[in-house]
């Protein structure tokens, strides 16, 4: 069980430190500029715990595998990453910016579930959706 809990319970503080981060960010720096000492940092923290975790590793090897997923992904994140600090620029509330996001995230993955991964849409997910998206209505009602 804590196997399977760890993992979400590690993305969901992470999650919460991130938002304060973007949202913390001084208003006059560039995205890009910060984001550039954010990558180096993460690029040294993942050396230092590919390392720890595989005693006897050999991360050049580990290269040989790669596919073009990481370097899509790459891209993708500094979107992610980027997205984040102009959000919180232009004035989105720590409070609802990510609930909002989720919700429709949700909503487009179900959607990339149901298309690219076969996965099933029951009643409950369209009544989750539903639920998502009035709360949406609620939430950025000011």
Known sequence: MVKYILPIAVVICANVIYQICAKSMPKDIDPFASLTITY???ALMCVILYFVMNKNGNLLKEYGKLNWVPFAFGIVLVGLEAGWLYAYKAGWKVSTAQITQSS???LALIAVGALMFHEKIGW???????????GLVFINIK
């Open 104 to 106: 429709v995230l949700a």
């Open 40 to 42: 180096s940092i993460s």
């Open 124 to 134: 409950n997910k369209i009544v989750g959706v539903i639920i998502c998206m009035i």
